[in-house]
């Protein structure tokens, strides 16, 4: 069964010109085209070609919204792991092993999701990697600046880029090794290590 459109909220990729309709036509033709081209094929095999020809669009127009498909790529899921983590943690939240956990039930929420709509995932994630962890990162710096107001902003910093590295890198491991474990497990598992080294910031 493919993935569709109904999958994902790509409402975060559509462009920024939202009083456009015709851009904003043409942006979401292009990512249901992406889309079901992901469903079908190795990333690597995808072309522009292939993308065009499925959104009824020609290359000049694919180039007026997306560099090329990598571009396309992160456009699509960097914003899609974001949806993930808001449907579960409040921005507006502080630090905690509740937080901690709600962000690794996120991640694995969407490593599933992207696993059973992106067709050999695993070659996909690297390309990524990096956006996702910065996302991350400072989400996370976000959320411990209000608890931690005193400490040192490049402890924090550095405190941040760890979790954020541990908790995708855990996550990702976890889906590639069979999700052997529930979310919850896994959780509950790794979370008291994690906030073990946090309370050094308290």
């Known amino acids: 069964m493919l993935c569709t459109k109904e999958d994902w909220d790509l409402s975060g990729v559509l462009s920024p010109n939202s009083n ?14 992406f889309l079901h081209q992901l469903n079908l094929k190795n990333f690597n095999s995808i072309t522009i070609q292939n993308i065009t020809e499925q959104a009824t669009i020609n290359r000049a127009t694919f ?9 396309l790529l992160e456009a699509l899921l960097s914003d899609a792991f974001m949806e993930y983590v808001t449907k579960r943690v409040n921005p507006d939240a502080r ?6 956990e709600q962000l690794i039930f996120s991640l694995c929420d969407y490593h599933v999701s992207s696993n ?10 690297p390309i990524i ?15 411990m ?12 910093k550095i405190t941040a880029t760890m979790l954020s590295w541990s908790i995708y890198g855990m996550t990702y491991r976890w889906n590639m090794d069979g999700r052997e474990e529930s ?11 994690m906030m073990g080294g946090l309370e050094l910031l308290n």
């Open 20 to 33: 456009d309709p015709r851009v904003v036509r043409t942006r979401q033709l292009i990512l249901d085209a």
């Open 95 to 100: 630090l905690s092993a509740e937080t901690i």
């Open 183 to 193: 979310p919850t497990d896994l959780a509950q598992r790794v979370v008291p290590y």
């Open 63 to 71: 180039y007026a919204h997306f560099q090329d498909k990598y571009a």
């Open 116 to 125: 059973d709509c992106i067709k050999k995932y695993e070659t996909v994630a």
């Open 129 to 143: 990697e990096e956006n996702i962890k910065t996302q991350l990162e400072l989400f996370l710096l976000e959320l």
């Open 145 to 156: 600046s209000r608890a931690a107001k005193d400490v040192d902003p490049k402890t924090l």
